[in-house]
């Protein structure tokens, strides 16, 4: 997976990171040794992995203290100023969108799109439908486990978080298939005045005029 982000980064490994969902820190420990130059800022919902993740990265003088963060809730309702706002060169979002509710995943395209400069990119990974098709049996029986535990959890399509993504200013540049049927998804945040942005806002204009 570092390899696959390098890829994208090419040598440029002095890059300003936002992590969404850091869970108990384990990521950020991983892709901070691989990216020795990052500068790594970590967020989890949960409170009491604020420890794991302070552990897990304590040798690791580029990643700062972790916040807690509610990423459905706007930016301005956070109630810590991120360090380099509008400015990050990559957004990080692992195992998040499927075992959260769909408002959490509108927030974080919502968010991310302030976060991140022109032309930074936010990567997240997990399970997808694809289409409205989820497969294997293997993913279908996941989502359903899910469904059971929590009806506002399970798997996304990717047509559907492209739609997201496009209305907060952001396009859809790759998807990749990794191992275990999950998948790596590269948004791309687009230029102010993109054409992208410029057809999502005619269309919600015809909308509300067609009311």
Known sequence: YQRRVRGFLGQADKVKVFEVASGTGEHAKLFCNYFAAASWEPTEYDESHMDDIKAHCKHLKNVKAPKVLDISKDLSEWGFAPT???????????????????????????????????GGLLFTYGPYAVDGVISPQSNIDFHNSLRQRDPRWGLRDVYHLK????????????????????????FRRLPPDSDTER????????????R
């Open 84 to 118: 380099h706002l509008g400015k990050y060169d990559v957004g990080i979002c692992i195992n998040m969108i499927h075992i959260t509710p769909i408002e959490c995943t509108y927030g974080l395209f919502r968010n991310m799109s302030k976060l991140l400069a022109t």
């Open 163 to 186: 739609e997201m993504s496009e209305k907060e200013g952001m396009k859809l540049e790759m998807v990749i298939d990794m191992p275990s049927n999950n998948k790596t998804l590269v």
């Open 199 to 210: 057809s999502v806002r005619e269309m919600s204009i015809k909308s509300v005029e067609a």
